[in-house]
């Protein structure tokens, strides 16, 4: 399959990207086949209850992955960086149902979005795309489990820290921005414990905090 005049700008960008994960072949599928879109921060890319007949693959920049409550609170699963997919998203596309989860990009982010005809295909045409597909799975599966584990058995402090050091990795930045309100809707917590949480952080020497930002002086 060529690449058209269209879309040479697209399969460059992909290329510079992607080159160590897909052969050639597969990029050119990838960009003639998806929807290039970009985000700023705090859009949603997929809300709970869309119809999924694209998953999404992030080509740059980050999204947070949310759940949530009966009663509207959410709650962070995960981060996708470049070059990652949602696992949550590849299985409602397989089953033909509803999104139960949330994208949102958490800075300015590009995502291609990829049809769901075209998972089944590339799994049995690609071997590196049926690689990457279980991957993912497993690395989604370890992260969610991760954080039921920390929901179960860690307290706040070590929740946020961990929230905290998982934004700056994600970022490659020490310096996290947003509102202790924010923190705290990504954490299932409130502002005021959240505030607690980072004064104490404070004191310990492991952060310093202003107004809207965070940082981490011990990873």
């Known amino acids: 399959m060529s690449v058209t005049p269209f ?8 290329y510079e990207r992607f ?24 859009e949603i890319i997929v809300n709970i209850g ?6 999404p693959l992030v080509v ?12 509207g609170k959410e709650l962070l699963l995960y981060y996708l960086e470049m070059g990652d997919t949602c696992a949550v998203t590849l299985t409602l596309d397989a089953l033909g149902q509803k999104s139960k989860i949330r994208a ?11 049809p769901v005809s075209k998972v089944d295909d590339w799994m049995e045409k690609y071997k590196e795309w049926r690689h990457f597909i279980m991957e993912t799975y497993n690395y989604r ?5 991760e954080a039921i ?12 820290l961990k929230y905290l050091r998982d934004k ?45 930002k965070v940082e981490l002086v011990r990873l």
């Open 168 to 212: 700056a990795m994600v970022s490659g930045n020490k310096e996290i921005h947003g509102t202790h309100a924010q923190i705290a809707n990504d954490l299932h917590s409130s502002r005021v414990v959240i505030s607690r949480m980072l004064g104490k952080l404070e004191k310990d020497g492991l952060i310093k905090h202003s107004r809207n």
């Open 7 to 14: 879309d040479i700008a697209c399969y460059n960008h992909l």
């Open 104 to 114: 949102v990009a958490d800075e300015s982010t590009e995502v291609l979005f990829l």
């Open 60 to 71: 740059s920049g980050s999204l947070k992955i949310l759940t949530e409550d009966d009663e």
């Open 50 to 55: 869309d119809e999924m007949k694209h998953f």
């Open 149 to 160: 584990d920390n929901l179960a058995f860690h307290n706040m402090e070590e929740r946020l």
């Open 19 to 42: 080159q160590n994960i897909f052969n050639e072949e597969l990029i050119n599928e990838i960009c003639y086949n998806g929807q290039l879109r970009s985000f700023q921060a705090g």
């Open 141 to 145: 599966l370890s992260e969610m489990l």
